[in-house]
């Protein structure tokens, strides 16, 4: 297809609002993208800065932007300049957003993920060498604007309103923050939709945006140890995602399974079978709780450390230890017959019969801090070294006490 044949395809979707034409002629991962890279060939300055005026301002250069784009990314394998080149796209379109309707939403969205996805790209080789990823985090506020002005469209009401694309671009941006290590910052976005009368309900939305949204609001929760509100949206997230969606149904448990080991809800064998990687991470884990093998969890802690750590998983993990020794020490009383008395040096025993080896003070620290949680009920006489337990259910379930 040559330029101007390429620039003259956009009339027709243009006056007839057909978001599905300008998604293909826009989106850089189909034929037409890579037809263009061979054929078009090198956009040079001069052009990109007088693109014409065959189309109603400002698709000329819209394009224009995205021909240099495409030959920028499939001839010249230049990300960082493909990813400029759909960045200075999107400024130009969002001139031309500003006063349309609902109908060119799913333009907005293909633009945008492709943005979000060559700015990864671009900085592979920076956030390598530096840690940082300055493509994206530019890239993140590309993706605010255009939250901004589908949360603020006075324009236009009902479905024919920008407001009904909040969640989709709330999202991305939500994606966008914890990608570039900023989380914190997500809660202005949220703010932002929750806090606005017209904004629609989340339940208008299509159902994957519905998924995502529930997903990311657990997984803050999650992160500021809100631990059953994490646990509500991220069961919500699980129970709606696709049944093909697998990968994002292995996102989901990675977050969800440490919550479930917390309150006592051990995750089937089969469950597990379905997702190899969790389950080689999380079964031992598992397997530990159930014996109250507390030294074989801490050994299991260290090997996953980094892992974990990358996934901020590692402290809920640390948490979930205290599982293990909850049922350990309940193995003991179950030991004792029941018995509502036990000495400290009970536990002791029992800690290093399991390779853990610990003096009766700090086992008598481990039992008060169990009862001060509510993993057992009683109390400690100091003076006897005793351990006086409730007479009914000394060992509640995990999942009443669950903060």
Same mark, same amino acid.
Request: with cysteine; hydrophobic share 40%; charged share 25%.
């Given at each position: ?159 024919? /309103? @920008? !407001?009904?694309?909040?969640? *989709?671009?709330?999202?991305?941006? +939500?994606?966008?923050? $914890? ?88 995750? /089937? @064998? !089969?469950?597990?079978?379905? *997702?190899?990687?969790?389950?080689? +991470?999380?079964?031992? $884990? ?95 006489? *100091? ?21």
């Amino acid at each position: 297809m040559k330029l101007q044949q390429y620039i003259n395809s956009f009339i027709e979707p243009l006056h007839h609002e057909e978001p599905a034409a300008l998604i293909r002629l826009l989106s850089l991962h189909n034929k037409t993208a890579r037809g263009l890279a061979d054929t078009v060939g090198h956009i040079d300055e001069r052009r990109l800065s007088n693109p014409g005026h065959s189309l109603p301002e400002p698709w000329d250069g819209i394009a224009i932007r995205h021909c240099a784009c495409v030959y920028a990314l499939y001839t010249k394998k230049d990300y960082q300049e493909a990813y400029t080149h759909q960045n200075a796209l999107l400024s130009l379109f969002y001139r031309w957003f500003q006063d349309q309707s609902a109908w060119v939403l799913p333009v907005l969205y293909i633009l945008l993920q492709d943005l979000r996805d060559l700015a990864e790209q671009a900085d592979q080789v920076t956030y390598s060498s530096t840690g940082k990823m300055p493509s994206l985090e530019e890239c993140t506020r590309t993706v605010s604007k255009a939250f901004s002005m589908c949360a603020t469209d006075r324009t236009f009401k009902g479905s024919e /309103s @920008r !407001r009904t694309g909040v969640y *989709h671009v709330a999202c991305l941006s +939500l994606k966008c923050y $914890f990608k570039v290590g900023k989380p914190n910052l997500c809660k202005n976005i949220i703010r932002a939709v929750t806090s606005d009368s017209k904004t629609p309900p989340i339940e208008e939305a299509p159902l994957n945006d519905q998924v995502t949204w529930h997903f990311y609001i657990g997984m803050l929760a999650f992160l500021n140890g809100e631990d059953k509100k994490a646990g509500e949206e991220l069961e919500w997230a699980l129970l709606n995602c696709p049944a093909d969606a697998h990968r994002n149904q292995e996102l989901i448990l990675t977050y969800l399974i440490p919550l479930h080991l917390l309150r006592g809800s051990l995750p /089937s @064998r !089969r469950l597990l079978s379905l *997702h190899p990687r969790l389950e080689e +991470l999380f079964l031992p $884990f598992i397997n530990a709780i159930k014996s109250g093998d507390v030294r074989e969890y801490d050994e299991r802690l260290d090997w996953a450390q980094q892992r974990l750590v990358g996934m901020s998983t590692y402290l809920v993990m640390e948490r979930a230890r205290e599982g293990g020794l909850r049922m350990l020490f309940k193995k003991a009383w179950i030991a004792s017959d029941k018995s509502t008395r036990i000495p400290i040096t009970t536990f002791q025993i029992a800690l290093k019969i399991h390779g853990v080896d610990v003096d009766s003070d700090e086992v008598e620290c481990m039992v008060a801090n169990m009862i001060y949680r509510g993993y057992m009920k009683g109390y400690i006489s *100091h003076e006897k070294q005793m351990v006086v337990l409730a007479k009914t259910n000394p060992f509640p379930n995990l999942s009443t006490i669950i903060r």
